[in-house]
């Protein structure tokens, strides 16, 4: 059974940083697309960044260049380093994992194994 744990969320000021992990059991590592979403209240979970099973790496326009995603295949664990924080980045972050040969889909609906989600909090 697939299962995604996230931790690493928080409250920070703009301009701050955090780091995210998401540590995951029960399934082959290398063979999933892994990514990061978000979602504010009343706004739709948009994806963050994604790294497939190339490790090639993809962001939302909205981050490119603050935030970026890796894995540690030892750990099995994703991450997501986020810099230069804005209020707008306020959110649940969540952990998303799907099996696939290639690449990553950028769509939620797209991804069948989820995490609980952390908070992250940006304060002006």
């Known amino acids: 059974q697939v299962q995604l744990v996230e931790s690493g969320g928080g409250s920070v000021q703009a301009g701050g940083s955090l780091r995210l992990s998401c540590a995951a059991s029960g399934y082959t590592w290398r063979r999933y697309c892994m990514a990061w979403f978000r979602q504010a209240p009343g706004k739709e979970r948009e994806r963050v960044a994604s790294i497939d099973t190339n490790n090639y790496t993809s962001y939302a326009g909205s981050v490119k260049g603050r935030f970026t995603i890796s894995k540690d295949n030892a750990k099995n664990t994703l991450y997501l380093q986020m810099n230069s924080l804005e209020p707008e980045d306020t959110a649940t972050y969540y952990c998303?994992?799907?099996?696939?040969?290639?690449?990553?889909?950028?769509?939620?609906?797209?991804?069948?194994?989820w995490g609980q989600g952390t908070q992250v909090t940006v304060s002006s």
């Open positions: 998303a994992a799907r099996w696939s040969s290639g690449s990553c889909v950028n769509s939620p609906s797209w991804f069948n194994h």
